[in-house]
């Protein structure tokens, strides 16, 4: 539904997007990711034909989004990340209006618009002036205008911006009730909600793609994506020889609290010489799981336990290590 090839943008001497290559197959949910400066929202831009790549394709349900830009926008729902409204016109005024910008017939409208404003919540304020909204109603606006055509493919940068926490609540039930009919690209800087939401997520840095999969796969990249968290009334001393010298444990990270220790416990990597037990079966329930193992060191030393628990990496830990990684190989590439 949405193809990406070999996408390039110059700004003049600057690079902002450096040859990237995706698809999004259709009904699929993509969290787009990336820093500030990273290349996304011209990305964005550019699929959506509001600017012309240097070079590369993008195409929206198989139209060159340069070349037969009318046709790729009209398969498009767009959400910017500043929702354009016009604040002097009425809520159903301005839904009207983009109705007839996109060739709608009064019926098609007067029923798409019944459709969007219960979904997104603007029943109760259709007849209302949009100045006088509040930023939360006036991005629930900008939804309900993206849909209003039933577009094959929904852009959204930030579409939970401004909302409190109910509002956000619904429209990721909205995103995923949507989810199927539509092919959602979905830009925020809210990470808990792109794991809520999305199937994938690209991440983007310094203008590249530098990590694409499912958010469980992004958390497994770093490190504490596989760690057991315990809790022993020990000295960290002594944990910290016990639990290293477990089969399957590549490192240990002790805390002191009081007469009692938090330890971290990473098992061995896959294809380690030292344990075969990877590292997500050693957060498993089969016979090589870690803890079974912490937990009879524990019980040989004879210590009391407050706590054991598998601590797994957010999608928020994935996204700093990966773009931390691609800042420092910058910098040493500079230097």
């Not at 939360?136 to 939804?143: C, D, E, L, Y």
């Not at 619904?170 to 092919?183: M, N, P, S, Y």
């Not at 210590?303 to 830990?317: D, G, P």
């Amino acid at each position: 539904m949405i193809h990406v090839q070999n996408l390039v943008k110059w700004y003049g001497p600057t690079r902002a997007v450096n040859d990237i290559s995706f698809d999004v197959p259709k009904g699929q949910i993509v969290g787009f990711l990336g820093p500030n400066g990273a290349g996304k929202s011209t990305t964005l831009r550019m699929l959506t034909g509001y600017l012309p790549p240097t070079s590369g394709l993008a195409t929206i349900a198989g139209f060159d989004s340069l070349k037969e830009s009318d046709k790729a926008r009209r398969q498009i729902g767009y959400l910017p990340e500043s929702t354009p409204l016009y604040l002097e016109m009425r809520v159903e005024e301005f839904l009207h209006f983009r109705g007839k910008l996109m060739d709608m017939s009064r019926p098609d409208r007067v029923k798409a618009i019944d459709y969007v404003s219960d979904r997104c919540g603007l029943s109760q304020i259709r007849t209302r002036v949009m100045g006088q909204l509040s930023k939360g109603n006036r991005q629930r606006v900008g939804i309900a205008q993206a849909l209003l055509h039933d577009p094959q493919v929904l852009i959204l940068d930030e579409p939970t911006s401004g909302l409190d926490p109910v509002q956000i609540g619904a429209v990721r039930q909205l995103i995923g009730e949507l989810k199927g009919k539509h092919t959602i690209l979905l830009s925020s800087h809210i990470l808990p909600e792109i794991e809520k939401t999305a199937d994938r997520v690209i991440i983007i840095a310094a203008g590249e793609i530098k990590a694409d999969g499912s958010p469980a796969e992004l958390r497994q990249r770093v490190g504490q994506g596989a760690s057991v968290l315990v809790q022993v009334k020990a000295s960290s001393e002594s944990v910290n020889k016990v639990f290293s010298g477990v089969q399957g444990v590549e490192s240990v990270q002790v805390e002191a609290q009081g007469d009692w220790t938090k330890a971290i416990i990473k098992p061995t990597p896959p294809g380690s010489s030292q344990d075969s037990t990877s590292a997500s079966s050693a957060l498993g329930v089969d016979d090589g799981d870690l803890r079974e193992r912490l937990g009879q060191a524990i019980v040989t030393n004879a210590w009391a336990i407050r706590e054991m628990r598998n601590e797994t990496a957010s999608l928020e830990q994935s996204f700093i290590q990966i773009t931390a990684d691609q800042s420092q190989v910058t910098n040493e590439a500079v230097a």
